[in-house]
Nanobody, 120 residues
Framework: QVQLVESGGGLVQAGGSLRLSCAAS????????MGWFRQAPGKEREFVAAISWSGRLSYADSVKGRFTISRDSAKNTVYLQMNSLKPEDTAVYYC??????????????WGQGTQVTVSS
């Protein structure tokens, strides 16, 4: 069974940086597309970034130029480097696997999430 565990969330001031990690187990990591989503209180879960098994990258317009998704297949880990953080980036960030695209329903597996809070 596939398990995803996020880490690296925390409190940071606007303009700062944070790196999230998602460790995967129970699957052939290199064969899965991986994505990051986020959800703020009272709002729908939204797409942030994705990386395919072949290395194709996709980003939401709101984070282009600021966030970078990457993966280390040897460590079964996907990362989200977040720079120039804004208060509107505040949300619970979720790692997802087994899908591709911007729709949450397309993904089969999810982590429990990690809180990111950006202060003004």
């Amino acid at each position: 069974q596939v398990q995803l565990v996020e880490s690296g969330g925390g409190l940071v001031q606007a303009g700062g940086s944070l790196r999230l990690s998602c460790a995967a187990s129970g699957c052939t990591f290199s064969s899965y597309n991986m994505g990051w989503f986020r959800q703020a209180p009272g709002k729908e879960r939204e797409f942030v970034a994705a990386i395919s098994w072949s290395g194709r990258l996709s980003y939401a317009d709101s984070v282009k130029g600021r966030f970078t998704i990457s993966r280390d297949s040897a460590k079964n880990t996907v990362y989200l480097q977040m720079n120039s953080l804004k208060p509107e980036d505040t949300a619970v960030y979720y790692c997802a696997a087994g899908g591709w695209g911007t729709v949450p329903a397309e993904y089969n597996y999810w982590g429990q999430g990690t809180q990111v809070t950006v202060s003004s």
